[in-house]
Structure formats: C-alpha cells, structure tokens
C-alpha cells in the first residue's frame, strides 16, 4: 500500500525504524531532504554497511516499486535505458511486410533508467543505481542529464521525461572516485561502520532469536576485528550473518571452537582467517568481553 511521504525527519526516522533500518540522525536528515527536494542521495561507504538497505527499505516503507540498476565495467546508456527486440522485430517484418512499425513500443525492452521515468500505480518508483563506481567516465556523462532532467531519451520515438522524479540512490563502495560534477547533482553522505549500541540495536532488530549474551559478543567480537590489520574489514552485513549462522547452530555464547568453525561467515579472505586463528581468537574474544564487562 502506497504512504505518503514523512513531514519531518523524526517521521523519517520511524519510516526507516519501522522496516528494522537503524541509521543517525544525519542520514534520516539526508533522506528527509532527499524525498522533500527530489534530490538524489549518493551514499558512499565500505561494502556492508546498509547503503543498498536503505533503498529496499524506502520502497517497502513507502509502498513504491524498487528498480535496481546493477552497475559493472562497460555499463553504457543503452544498457541502462532500453534495447530493441530484434528477434520480435525480424518477425513481424517478415510477416506483415512494410507496414509494421518495428519501432513501437511493443518491440521496446524497456531497461531500468527508462522503467524509473515512467508513471507507477504506486507513485514514482524508488531508482537504486548500485555500486556506480564499477562504471566508467562516459556513463557518469550520461547519468548527469538523466538525473538533472529526469528524462531519458530513445531515438527511434523520442524524449521521456518523467511526470513525477523517482526517488533515486546512489551507492559507491569508493573502489574508485566518481566525478565531482555527479556528486554535486546529489545530497552526499558517507555511511560508515555503526558504534557498538547501534550495531546492537541492529542486530536485536534483525536477528531477534539471537540471545543476549551472544548478540553482545558477536558485536564486541566484531568491533574489535575492525582493529586489526586486515585485508577487508567485515561489515554489517557479515555481522548479521554470523549471528544467523550462529542461531542455526544453537549457540548462546561465543567460544575460540565455535569462532574458528564460523569465521569464514565474517572474514572472506583467506589471509585475514589465517591471522584470527587459534590463540589470537582467544584473544580477541577475551579482550572482547573485557569490554563487556567494563561497559556494565
């Protein structure tokens, strides 16, 4: 069911909350004059930390479509907006001759930039442009008239221009810069690791089978891992992960047996498992609960 969007940031915050999306103030203020000023966000952060959430939750909260545009190496505007089935158009040509028109829309494959312009039962859809730093300069160009305009165009029919803007995120993993001049077109944000309370609110709201005891070490465990020296940082989605992995194998509290059966949920490189092994995941573990302890 369609909402109408929240008056307020405190309203945005509880849109989020209540679809279990735990974030600052600062973002919900982001997101607020976002969904207010029809500007696109450009969230940027390390891989894990809820910046593609953040969409699926506005379009659950907000009862809009999510069209998702998947970003990689070689993305180019075609790609992104429409193709012609050629296949179907071949066809039609050979059975009706001169007088079809194989360039109407029944031919048109509509791509996600084109699918985000056009009207929506529910309202305008919410547009997550995914990991924009996988493209390249040229399809940067491109967006910067698509998101300034909000219209795209198809040569074979013409301009399309959306009635209403969809509300569009764009996310960066920072595995490259992205063009000042796209930056400048949104409202930024840098979403980073949570601290240890928000982490375990989070935990609590996504995990909530997960015992108290164990919800407390896994997210001390895992603030402490962000530390170490290690290739790749786990983020909060390999948080989440482990505390799933972990309710599946009836834990209630961490110990280095269950750690060194389990890490791979949270680390993905082989060189930062060898370093959390043995006597350094016990240490890690008591140093972890020390923490705990201080904290009460």
Same mark, same amino acid.
């Given at each position: 069911?369609?909402?109408?969007?929240?008056?307020?940031?405190?309203?945005?915050?509880?849109?989020?909350?209540?679809?279990?999306?735990?974030?600052?103030?600062?973002?919900?203020?982001?997101?607020?004059?976002?969904?207010?000023?029809?500007?696109?966000?450009?969230?940027?952060?390390?891989?894990?930390?809820?910046?593609?959430?953040?969409?699926?939750?506005?379009?659950?909260?907000?009862?809009?479509?999510?069209?998702?545009?998947?970003?990689?190496?070689?993305?180019?505007?075609?790609?992104?907006?429409?193709?012609?089935?050629?296949?179907?158009?071949?066809?039609?040509?050979?059975?009706?001759?001169?007088?079809?028109?194989?360039?109407?829309?029944?031919?048109?494959?509509?791509?996600?930039?084109?699918?985000?312009?056009?009207?929506? !039962?529910?309202? +305008?859809?919410?547009?997550?442009?995914? /990991? &924009?730093?996988?493209?390249?300069? %040229?399809?940067? @160009?491109?967006? #910067?008239?698509?998101?300034?305009?909000?219209?795209?165009?198809?040569?074979?029919?013409?301009?399309?221009?959306?009635?209403?803007?969809?509300?569009?995120?764009?996310?960066?993993?920072?595995?490259?810069?992205?063009?000042?001049?796209?930056?400048?077109?949104?409202?930024?944000?840098? !979403?980073?690791? +949570?601290?240890?309370?928000?982490?375990? /609110? &989070?935990?609590?709201?996504?995990? %909530?089978?997960? @015992?108290?005891? #164990?919800?407390?070490?896994?997210?001390?465990?895992?603030?402490?891992?962000?530390?170490?020296?290690?290739?790749?940082?786990?983020?909060?989605?390999?948080?989440?992960?482990?505390?799933?992995?972990?309710?599946?194998?009836?834990?209630?509290?961490?110990?280095?047996?269950?750690?060194?059966?389990?890490?791979?949920?949270?680390?993905?490189?082989?060189?930062?498992?060898?370093?959390?092994?043995?006597?350094? @995941?016990?240490? #890690?573990?008591?140093?972890?609960?020390?923490?705990?302890?201080?904290?009460?």
């Amino acid at each position: 069911m369609t909402k109408t969007l929240p008056k307020s940031i405190d309203e945005t915050l509880s849109l989020l909350r209540a679809s279990n999306y735990i974030c600052d103030r600062g973002l919900a203020t982001l997101t607020y004059l976002s969904l207010t000023l029809n500007r696109p966000v450009f969230l940027e952060g390390e891989a894990g930390v809820g910046k593609t959430e953040l969409a699926k939750t506005l379009a659950t909260g907000l009862g809009r479509d999510l069209i998702r545009l998947q970003c990689y190496e070689g993305l180019d505007a075609s790609s992104a907006v429409y193709e012609w089935n050629f296949a179907a158009q071949m066809l039609a040509m050979r059975q009706g001759g001169d007088d079809v028109d194989i360039y109407s829309g029944r031919f048109l494959i509509k791509r996600p930039l084109l699918e985000a312009m056009e009207p929506h !039962v529910g309202g +305008p859809p919410v547009l997550l442009i995914d /990991e &924009i730093d996988r493209t390249d300069a %040229p399809f940067e @160009a491109f967006l #910067l008239e698509a998101l300034s305009d909000y219209q795209v165009t198809v040569p074979e029919i013409g301009t399309i221009k959306a009635a209403e803007p969809p509300i569009v995120i764009l996310t960066s993993n920072r595995t490259r810069e992205v063009h000042d001049a796209l930056k400048r077109r949104c409202l930024y944000h840098w !979403v980073d690791y +949570p601290d240890f309370e928000r982490e375990l /609110e &989070i935990l609590h709201a996504r995990v %909530p089978e997960a @015992a108290a005891v #164990l919800s407390r070490e896994v997210v001390g465990f895992v603030q402490r891992l962000r530390q170490e020296d290690l290739f790749k940082a786990p983020g909060l989605a390999e948080t989440l992960d482990w505390a799933k992995c972990l309710v599946a194998l009836d834990v209630v509290a961490l110990s280095p047996e269950i750690i060194a059966d389990t890490i791979g949920a949270v680390l993905k490189y082989q060189d930062d498992i060898g370093k959390i092994q043995g006597s350094e @995941a016990n240490r #890690l573990l008591e140093a972890t609960r020390s923490d705990l302890r201080a904290a009460q």
